[in-house]
C-alpha cells in the first residue's frame, strides 16, 4: 500500500492513531499499537515519504469516553440545510434514527465522524474537566512513543461537523488539549485543523478556532467533495478563496486535508444523491477536472498540502455505503480507471 502511495507520487501519507487503538481501556495503554504505528512511519520514511499523523478523529474514541462527555441538555440544535431550517437531534441518539434524519434533511454524514456507543451516535455533547485531562493524556504519549518521527499533527478532524461528538463551542478546549499533550514529548511539530467545507457557516467555526485557540493552530484546512458530499461541479473551489481570505487574516498556512470522488453508485446515498450514478470514469473525470481547479488557484497563494481520499476502498468502513469506495484503488489494491490520472495531476504540483 505505501508503495502505491509512492507510486502517484505523492509526498506524504495521512492516516490516524486512534485512540481506541493506542488506549483501548482507560490509562492502559496498548504498547503494541505503538509499535506497530512505528514501524508504518519507518517503512513510509524508508520510501522517501513523510507523515500527516491525525489525532483525535471522533470515530476513533474509545468506547469509555462516553462517560466522560456530558448531554448539551437543549435536545436539538437548528441549521440552516439546503435552504431549510432543520433540527438536529443530540445527545445520544438512535444510530438509525439519525440516519434516517440525515437522510430526509441531506444532511452530509460521514463514518469516520460518527461516535457510536451501543447503537447511539453521541452528538455535540459538552466536554468534561476529565475528558480534556484523557485527551491531552492520549496526545502525550503519542508524541512520547512516536513525537520523533512525526512533525505533522492534525488536530480532531472536521470538528465543525454536524454530528461530531464534541460540542462546537467546545472544540478550542480540545484542540488546545491535544496541542498540549503533544507539546510536553514534541519540541518541534506543526499542528492543523480541518472544516468541512460542504457544511453551512464552515469559515465561522474555522475563525472561531483561530479566535479562541489560534496560538495552537498552525495550518488551516478544509476538507472539500463536490460531486459527492455537495451538489457543486467539480472544478467549483471557491471554498479556497474564503480559505486563503482566513489564513492570511490570521498569519496562518492553508491547505486541502481532503478531497476526493466516492465510486459508490448511489454516491452519497442514503443522505446526498449528488451526480448520481457515481463510477469510475466519473471519478477519473473529477480528478482532471477538480485537481487543475485546484492548481489554478494555487497560482495566488500558496498550499501546504493537498490530500487525496483515499487510497484503498474499506469494504468495512461503516454503516455508509459511499464511504467504503473513495479509494483510487480497490480494495486488492487494483487500481480502478482514474489512477494515472491522479499520479499524472499529483506530479503537476511539484
Not at 466536554?127 to 512513543?145: G, I, M, R, W
Amino acid at each position: 500500500m505505501i508503495k502505491k502511495a509512492k507510486d502517484l507520487n505523492a509526498r506524504y501519507i495521512r492516516f490516524d492513531i486512534w485512540w481506541k487503538d493506542v488506549e483501548p481501556q482507560k490509562d492502559q495503554f496498548n504498547e503494541n499499537a505503538f509499535e506497530y504505528y512505528r514501524a508504518i512511519i519507518n517503512k513510509i520514511h524508508q520510501e522517501g515519504m513523510d507523515v500527516i499523523v491525525v489525532l483525535g478523529s471522533s470515530g476513533g474514541f474509545p468506547s469509555w469516553v462516553n462517560d466522560l462527555l456530558e448531554d448539551a441538555g437543549t435536545g436539538y440544535y437548528i441549521a440552516k440545510v439546503n435552504d431549510r431550517i432543520v433540527k438536529i437531534p443530540t445527545g445520544r441518539v438512535n444510530m438509525y434514527t439519525f440516519l434516517k434524519i440525515a437522510k430526509e434533511n441531506r444532511i452530509p454524514i460521514k463514518s469516520e465522524n460518527l461516535y457510536i456507543v451501543n447503537g447511539k451516535v453521541v452528538i455535540q455533547a459538552r466536554v468534561t474537566p476529565e475528558f480534556l485531562d484523557e485527551a491531552k493524556e492520549y496526545a502525550s504519549k503519542v508524541a512520547q512513543e512516536l513525537g520523533d518521527l512525526i512533525t505533522y499533527y492534525q488536530l480532531g478532524n472536521e470538528l465543525n461537523h454536524p454530528a461530531d461528538p464534541i460540542q462546537m463551542w467546545d472544540d478550542p478546549k480540545y484542540i488546545k488539549a491535544l496541542y498540549d499533550g503533544i507539546s510536553e514529548h514534541d519540541y518541534y511539530f506543526k499542528t492543523i485543523v480541518n472544516a468541512f467545507a460542504d457544511w453551512p457557516w464552515w469559515d465561522y467555526w474555522l475563525k472561531y478556532w483561530l479566535n479562541t485557540a489560534g496560538s495552537c493552530i498552525d495550518i488551516v484546512a478544509i476538507d472539500h467533495y463536490p460531486g459527492t458530499w455537495s451538489y457543486q461541479s467539480y472544478d467549483h473551489w471557491n471554498e479556497l478563496d474564503t480559505l486563503f481570505s482566513i489564513a492570511d487574516q490570521y498569519g496562518k498556512q492553508a491547505a486541502v486535508m481532503e478531497t476526493g470522488y466516492t465510486t459508490y453508485w448511489l454516491g452519497g446515498a442514503p443522505v446526498i444523491f449528488a451526480d448520481v450514478p457515481h463510477s469510475e470514469t466519473k471519478q477519473k473525470n473529477f480528478i482532471n477536472s477538480a485537481l487543475p481547479a485546484i492548481r489554478q488557484k494555487v497560482k495566488q497563494h500558496h498550499l501546504a498540502f493537498v490530500t487525496w481520499y483515499e487510497l484503498v476502498d474499506e469494504p468495512n468502513a461503516g454503516p455508509l455505503p459511499a464511504e467504503k469506495e473513495f479509494g483510487i484503488c480497490k480494495s486488492d489494491l487494483t487500481p480502478k480507471l482514474g489512477y494515472s490520472d491522479l499520479k499524472y495531476q499529483f506530479s503537476l504540483f511539484g
